[in-house]
């Protein structure tokens, strides 16, 4: 095997371990405040610890895990504290692109909007629904539709920022039991954020938005607070 080959077979072994691990901290499955032991992470991924040494820096710096000196890495907790931060930045940084998006919508945004909430409209999930495809299909077309809403803001910075958010919010409501949307009427909140937007009312799609967020926060709060 050549040196090139070589290094195209680690950066593919290190970026099957960063989505696995990610995909695990993401759903809860590697909970908070557990210990990433490397040798522990390399056997439960099937991979040598120099790819799981990559993907934990590469996890670290997105704040996905915590890199303590001398100490290793572990699984960031969650707290009240952390999660209403965290909501109160996408508040700030999510209407602002939806903002843009409107005003600079063209009909092929507004087309990819009706088609996100055509998707997620169709891919219903409630908490006592065991079936874990079913809620991570539900979870990917929810995850889309609010990117779609602001994937034409004009700032691919903007958006990444927005994305990196996102992730951060959705452990939290894996790891909450509160995160059946549709029992609190989430489908009819998505549905008057879109027309909002598709309507071009700027002011009401960036509170509809904001009362969206708020209502999953206040989800949350109490998941922890019990």
Partial sequence: MTKVNEKSEKATTATLA???????ILRGNLRPGQKLAIDVVAQRYGVGTNPVREALNRLSSERLVDRHDQRGFSVPEISLENWRELVGTRCMLEPLALEQSILRRTTEWEEQVVLALHRLSRTPWTQ???DMERRKQFEGFHRDFHLTLIANCGSSWLVQFCEVLMDHA???IFISASAAYPRRGGQDEHKRIADAALDGNVAEAKQLLVAHYMRTLEYIESEIAN
């Fill in 128 to 130: 006592e629904d065991p």
């Fill in 18 to 24: 960063y989505e696995q691990m990610r995909s695990d």
């Fill in 170 to 172: 959705q452990r939290y």
